[in-house]
């Protein structure tokens, strides 16, 4: 069976970064010599629900004195009905081993599915992935976030926590019930943690192009319109 991957790639500051020619924005071009695969080919792709193989997102790394620890999700595609979220571990930044989930959900057992894992590094040394988790089970489709927010459908963000450089984490705590992608945990110099999500909330200012071909799709003399 063929696999079809989403390769995942490390960055790293001691690489030799090739300024962009356009100074009016920082963006830095990596040579494909500093680039490294965390996750291609560890696992086999006959395990995967789809024929295409195992779908891989949302990677994120820190470093800790025992070395680089990664997190990500892998699922069955990118609107999931399977998902983990997964770590990893590198001594170099180049090879990488011990990869495992660390919670899982799937639209047939837990009816949920989790979403894009962020994981930061804070001051005291712990490790913490946020990740949002929405409700959804084999007879519904992947939502707009819009519509995924609401009561009668349900997202939640959660965190897992790790004291020992992520060898081993927490069971996930709920920290609210909005979901909405949240972005990586930062650490004010209070020690009071925050992190940005997106709430969703109607509004007529905003035009949907979509509204109508979708509304009049199927019907006599409309379809595609």
């Known amino acids: 069976m063929k696999t079809t991957v989403l390769i995942i790639l490390s960055y790293f500051l001691f690489t030799s970064a090739i ?93 949920s599915v989790w979403i894009a894992p962020q994981i930061t590094k804070l001051r005291s040394g712990k490790l913490v992935i946020i990740c949002d988790l929405g409700k959804r089970t084999s007879g519904q489709d992947w939502p707009m976030l819009s519509d995924w927010q609401k009561p009668n459908r349900g997202m939640s963000n959660h965190l897992f926590w790790s004291e020992d450089d992520g060898k081993t984490w927490s069971a996930p705590q709920q920290c609210d019930n909005v979901g909405g992608e949240p972005g990586y945990i930062t650490e004010m110099q209070d020690g009071k943690l925050i992190y940005t999500r997106t709430v969703s909330k109607k509004t007529d200012k905003l035009w949907n192009p979509f509204a109508r071909r979708w509304k009049n799709m199927g019907k006599p003399g409309n379809f595609g319109r």
């Open 19 to 111: 300024q962009s020619q356009d100074f009016r924005h920082a963006m830095r071009i990596f040579p494909e010599s500093s680039k490294f695969n965390m996750v291609k080919d560890q696992f086999p792709a006959k395990e995967a629900l789809s024929r295409k193989g195992w779908y891989y997102s949302v990677a994120g790394i820190v470093s800790t004195p025992s070395g680089y620890v990664a997190s990500y999700r892998r699922s069955d595609f990118h609107t999931a009905t399977f998902t983990d979220i997964m770590v990893a571990y590198s001594k170099d930044g180049r090879t990488w081993s011990g990869h495992h989930s660390i919670a899982h959900g799937d639209v047939w057992h837990e009816n």
